[in-house]
């Protein structure tokens, strides 16, 4: 069974519309991250949270904000969406947040705007 | 300047024969994990390591905080190692990983 579940797996959507992302990981894990994967980008980094707390946000944008409804849960809205938004974007879990933690990653969800 | 710096770019490889790829960071990372980023688009770990070398069958990986480098060996190279390998540094208390450009494997008959 998938621990860390991420939906959809696939997202169309036109520009300046409003998406939620789903991700949840079901390893007992303290912190969860979320990354994205751009083809002109390496995997980089956005959100953390530990214990349904954000600890860092890398994003330049306010229209990317995660969500925490449960410990285990970190949905991510993005709001008047761009073509530019156009990424697979990963949710992640560590058993804690810094220090020594191996995170996982969930399989993605593949997000494009028109 | 990148964070982490990955080598080569790209790699093509016989069936059966060795590699070695290597990660070079310009941050003081304390701990790093490589994945293998398969053609589906999931991103399987294989290694997660604070300084000093860890083995899984026929891959074998060290880290090096002190000269600031790590190395992924894969020996006997299999059809199914193809993909894009990935390191990735965290400093200490960050919470965050910082990934390389990848590697591209491709493994032939």
């Known amino acids: 069974d998938p621990k860390i579940i991420q939906k959809p797996k696939y997202l169309v959507a036109v520009t300046g519309s409003e998406k939620i992302l789903i991700c949840e990981q079901y390893l007992g894990h303290n912190a969860m991250y979320w990354y994205r994967q751009s083809a002109k980008k390496p995997l980089e980094f956005m959100f953390s949270?530990?214990?349904?707390?954000?600890?860092d946000n890398q994003t330049a944008s306010s229209r990317f904000q995660p969500q925490s409804s449960k410990k285990n849960h970190l949905d991510l809205q993005i709001t008047a969406l761009k073509p530019d938004d156009s990424a697979t974007y990963f949710c992640?879990?560590?058993?804690?947040?810094?220090?020594?933690?191996?995170?996982?990653f969930g399989p993605g969800t593949r997000l494009t705007v028109l | 300047g990148d964070k982490v710096k990955q080598s080569p770019s790209a790699l093509s490889l016989q069936e059966g024969t060795n590699s070695a790829l290597r990660c070079n960071f310009s941050i003081a990372a304390t701990t790093v994990q490589w994945f293998l980023q398969n053609p589906r688009g999931s991103l399987i770990n294989l290694f997660y390591l604070v300084p000093g070398t860890k083995e899984n069958g026929r891959l074998k990986s060290a880290f090096d905080s002190k000269e600031s480098y790590s190395t992924l060996h894969i020996r006997d190279a299999q059809l199914e190692d193809s993909g894009t390998y990935f390191c990735a540094a965290e400093e200490y208390n960050q919470g965050k990983l910082i990934f390389g450009q990848g590697t591209k494997l491709s493994i032939k008959p």
């Open positions: 992640a879990s560590s058993q804690d947040w810094g220090g020594r933690a191996e995170q996982f």
């Open positions: 949270y530990s214990y349904q707390k954000l600890m």
